[in-house]
């Protein structure tokens, strides 16, 4: 398991006053059927952060994988873009400890105290780099966020490891000061 990942479930009960087991029984019962709803109910109702809620969804809908999995599944047929993946999720993780990395079924989000990146493997041969850069030109790597919508204003495509250089690690620092 992702080591933040685990420091964060670990730190739950203190945090949050519940472990995540609790937390998903919680879900279940109310039983809700999109993630926004949930996040809401949890921020809103129970008054937790919007890493500790969205952890909390994500996880009780990815129940019977573990994280792990969740990202292997995601890059079964892909596997030469692990590479790139791994240098992003190194990348974000220097920059301390209140970064989370959320596994999801067909991503993984990036959050500090908001998501400020999100990782897709959109076709065999590229990776989808979702950053959230409010008033930010766009420019020739830089693109429009496409297909992610409000979810992050930018997008960056990435075929290959070396793209992961030091203009796209200012980017990822850039979205991370932001989350506040």
Aim: hydrophobic share 35%.
């Amino acid at each position: 398991m992702d080591k933040v990942l685990k420091t964060m479930i670990d730190n739950m009960p203190e945090k949050t006053g519940k472990s995540l087991g609790e937390w998903i029984k919680i879900l279940d019962f109310k039983s809700f059927e999109k993630h926004a709803e949930a996040l809401k109910y949890l921020k809103m109702d129970h008054g937790l952060t919007h890493g500790f809620a969205n952890t909390i969804v994500t996880l009780s809908k990815d129940k019977n994988e573990s994280p792990e999995d969740l990202v292997k599944n995601q890059y079964q047929g892909k596997e030469d873009l692990k590479e790139i993946y791994e240098a992003l999720i190194d990348v974000v993780k220097s920059f301390g400890d209140e970064v989370t990395v959320t596994p999801k079924k067909g991503s993984v989000s990036i959050i500090r105290k908001k998501q400020f990146a999100l990782i897709k493997p959109a076709t065999k041969t590229r990776i989808d780099l979702g950053l959230k850069l409010v008033g930010k030109e766009l420019g020739l790597r830089l693109e429009n966020s496409g297909p992610f919508g409000s979810m992050c204003t930018h997008r960056v495509k990435l075929s290959d490891v070396k793209q992961v250089d030091s203009q796209l690690k200012e980017w990822l620092k850039e979205a991370f000061e932001k989350a506040k």
